[in-house]
């Protein structure tokens, strides 16, 4: 919903231009332009055909209609055909619009963001048109990323679960959950800062990897945190998924999260290994904790026992650290995004590409029209600012240097089992409910539904922080929504994690669904 202004406000635009409005007067227009900007709201974001102004480059875009993206997953759709052949030849991919496609308009989601075009192609778009990809759209996305990974709402509206339109999509990565599962597209390429590949996978029951930290460059993509920035393919099979990641891993020369990365392995011919012999681990500390649905667990430890069945060696196993990991990660996050929004967007103190015309426009806008960015991220950059005023950047320094103690504490669970198995997230998709009026919608908006504890990020934000690859695959369903099983392995060793989640979805675990793309 747009901003509503309070009687004080109504009354001094009344006195700018010359009226002098008694109090019941300002009472009584308050109340109209509360109506009529709900009205002003629902039609600016209507599908409504628009004339669009010539692109500077290929991929001119336009908003597709209702009758052609039901699910509101598509901020915008074009069409950029890659290569005549490759690997990704056929496939059709959608992008979450924090990646930059040239000539085309980047939005992170946001109004605010109106009237800037990207002169760029991220890496991955480049990567992914080499190898033979057809790019058919930017997806709805959290505005700015800056919500909880819930509601999957943003100023673009709110893209509806393909399981059931009155449930949840999750977020950030909404628009890529929704258009994956409901078939509109074979791949999506998301962002996870906390979660946000994983959530709209669990939720909308598909198949989504984070890769490990470092993994998949993030060159031309906005992020919240340089630590905790990751790019991830999301798709209705593994062995896509497996396919996407062969084509977009690997260094680029411009990101210096990449310093450390070893030799990219063959993830297809990894898929066809099995999991006989490969020691899981149940998560102790991933399971029944306050918020979770029972249903859930027991969704997730039968597909356990698909996988014990395939010949894999499970065992219970506990991570104490786990419990509070999330915690550091929400800190990075909150004083990692006013690190961005100073800089514009840009980035700073490190050798890697700065985007001269995001940083430009962006600044400009935050200038002029800083009143109209999202509610969620004046609270975030509040929020940040109020603990680097007051604490001096103490608790950020704190979250970056107790990385290293976290990290060893899943690496030595490591040491006794390959993977790590939990549930993605506590619960099946929650049911959207309406805000009743423009304060409930406020108070939904900065929450994103959260219940007020930890439930919704615990299993997810941990391995953000820590670096190690994870991945969300459909374990089957509760009341007919989905269930995602978290499976999470060694850094780098993402060709292992692959294999096993493979090695479910042969062994009868989850059929793929879909097919309108």
Same mark, same amino acid.
């Given at each position: ?20 409005? /008694? ?21 600016? %974001? ?60 980047? !939005?992170?989601?946001? #109004? ?10 991220? !890496? ?14 930017? *997806?709805? =996305?959290? %505005? ?89 393919? =999301?798709?209705?099979?593994?062995? %896509?998924?497996?396919?996407? *990641? ?21 993830? =297809? ?31 997730? *430890? ?49 050798? !890697? #590409? ?5 940083? !430009? ?98 299993? /997810? ?32 060793? %993402? ?23």
């Amino acid at each position: 919903m747009l901003r509503v202004p309070d009687a004080n406000e109504v009354h001094a635009l009344g006195e700018q231009l010359g009226f002098d409005f /008694t109090m019941p007067e300002t009472e009584l227009v308050r109340e109209r332009i509360v109506l009529k900007l709900a009205e002003v709201h629902r039609f600016y %974001d209507a599908h409504f055909p628009e004339e669009e102004a010539p692109a500077r480059s290929r991929g001119a875009s336009y908003r597709p209609s209702v009758e052609e993206d039901p699910l509101n997953a598509f901020i915008s759709k074009f069409r950029i055909e890659g290569a005549e052949s490759g690997p990704l030849s056929g496939k059709t991919v959608a992008l979450k619009d924090n990646i930059a496609v040239a000539g085309v308009p980047l !939005t992170l989601g946001s #109004h605010f963001m109106d009237g800037y075009i990207a002169d760029v192609d991220a !890496t991955v778009v480049t990567r992914l048109l080499d190898q033979g990809a057809t790019v058919i759209g930017k *997806l709805n =996305m959290d %505005d700015l990323a800056s919500g909880g990974g819930l509601l999957g709402a943003g100023d673009y509206g709110r893209t509806l679960n393909p399981h059931g339109a009155e449930f949840v999509s999750g977020g950030s990565s909404t628009g890529a959950g929704a258009a994956v599962g409901g078939g509109y597209v074979d791949i999506a390429i998301g962002g996870d800062q906390g979660g946000s590949v994983r959530n709209p996978a669990s939720y909308c029951g598909i198949v989504g990897l984070k890769p490990t930290f470092g993994l998949v460059p993030h060159t031309g993509a906005i992020g919240a945190d340089p630590s905790l920035d990751h790019l991830g393919p =999301m798709t209705r099979r593994v062995e %896509d998924t497996a396919l996407t *990641l062969q084509c977009i891993a690997g260094p680029d020369g411009s990101d210096p999260r990449q310093a450390a990365i070893p030799s990219i392995p063959d993830y =297809m011919a990894a898929l066809d290994r099995g999991v006989a012999g490969l020691r899981i681990g149940i998560l102790d500390e991933g399971f029944g904790y306050p918020g979770m649905d029972d249903e859930v667990s027991q969704s997730v *430890l039968a597909a356990v026992d698909v996988l014990q069945a395939a010949g894999a060696v499970v065992t219970r196993i506990s991570v104490p650290a786990h419990t509070e990991a999330y915690v550091p990660a929400s800190i990075i996050m909150a004083e990692g995004t006013r690190y961005y929004f100073d800089s514009n967007l840009g980035g700073t103190s490190a050798e !890697t #590409h700065y985007p001269i015309s995001l940083i !430009t426009a962006f600044g400009r806008f935050k200038q002029a029209a800083g009143y109209e960015l999202p509610l969620s991220s004046k609270l975030n950059a509040t929020f940040a600012e109020y603990l680097h005023v007051r604490y001096h950047g103490r608790f950020y320094a704190k979250a970056q240097n107790a990385r290293g103690a976290i990290r060893r504490a899943y690496d030595s669970a490591f040491s006794e089992v390959d993977l790590l198995v939990c549930p993605t997230k506590p619960t099946t998709a929650p049911r959207y409910v309406e805000p009743e009026n423009y304060v409930s919608d406020m108070e939904n908006y900065l929450s994103r539904g959260e219940p007020g504890n930890a439930a919704f990020s615990r299993n /997810t934000a941990p391995f953000n922080y820590t670096g190690h690859p994870a991945i969300s695959v459909p374990s089957g369903t509760v009341n007919g929504l989905p269930v995602g099983m978290q499976i999470v392995g060694r850094r780098f060793e %993402d060709d292992v994690v692959l294999r096993a989640a493979y090695a479910y979805q042969e062994s009868g675990g989850f059929r793929s669904e879909g097919g309108q793309s």
